[in-house]
């Protein structure tokens, strides 16, 4: 009697044909898989392409994009350097023009002051004080300068008058009221340029 294991199927037991009979993945089955597996891999090749194509496109856009903003950060930046150096220049020759037109006042005043060596007539130096100021508050009245108005006996108002001090008033009547000024006040445009320094009587 042989001692070999018997090597036929029994029933029901599943042999080597069986099973490659029974496997989802047969031949014919694996066959098909690779033929997807290749047209997957052609679809995905022109679909590589394609977005190879839409990222060349992006970048050339991107790169007009990037060059227009340094353009434009550039032109802007120079703009803003122009504009301070503008504003700095105008701030500091805002009053060019008024400064021109004192210079002939203070020539009057040098030779006014060459005359008054050379002269004992007291009448002449004080009108060439007067013509002086004269030319002096037409050339301010031009730009807007007007002197206020004289306001002694009239009631203190803080939107024209800064009080100095405060003295007795010389009557009952002029009581919180303007009694003497020490600097007289003016105004630009209507707008207070220096307020008048006044006493206020009590």
Not at 86 to 106: H, K, S, T, Y
Not at 163 to 186: C, F, Q
């Amino acid at each position: 009697m042989s001692n070999r294991p018997d090597d036929t199927p029994r029933t029901g037991e599943q042999g080597p044909l069986a099973k490659s009979e029974d496997n989802p993945l047969g031949p014919s089955s694996e066959a098909a898989s690779g033929h997807r597996i290749d047209d997957a891999r052609i679809s995905d090749g022109s679909e590589l392409e394609a977005l190879k194509a839409e990222l060349d496109v992006q970048r050339t856009e991107h790169d007009a994009l990037h060059d227009k903003y340094v353009r434009l950060f550039a032109e802007f930046d120079n703009f803003r350097k122009r504009t301070a150096k503008e504003r700095l220049e105008l701030i500091q020759f805002a009053g060019e023009n008024v400064l021109q037109d004192l210079l002939p006042v203070l020539d009057d005043m040098d030779r006014a002051i060459r005359s008054n060596d050379s002269t004992d007539d007291i009448n002449a130096v004080k009108e060439g004080f007067q013509l002086v100021r004269s030319k002096l508050m037409h050339i301010l009245g031009a730009q807007g300068v007007r002197s206020m108005e004289d306001p002694i006996g009239k009631d203190f108002d803080t939107d024209h008058h800064e009080a100095v001090t405060k003295a007795p008033a010389p009557s009952n009547a002029m009581k919180g009221k303007v009694i003497d000024v020490l600097e007289k006040g003016y105004t630009l445009h209507d707008r207070v340029l220096r307020f008048a320094k006044v006493v206020v009587g009590e």
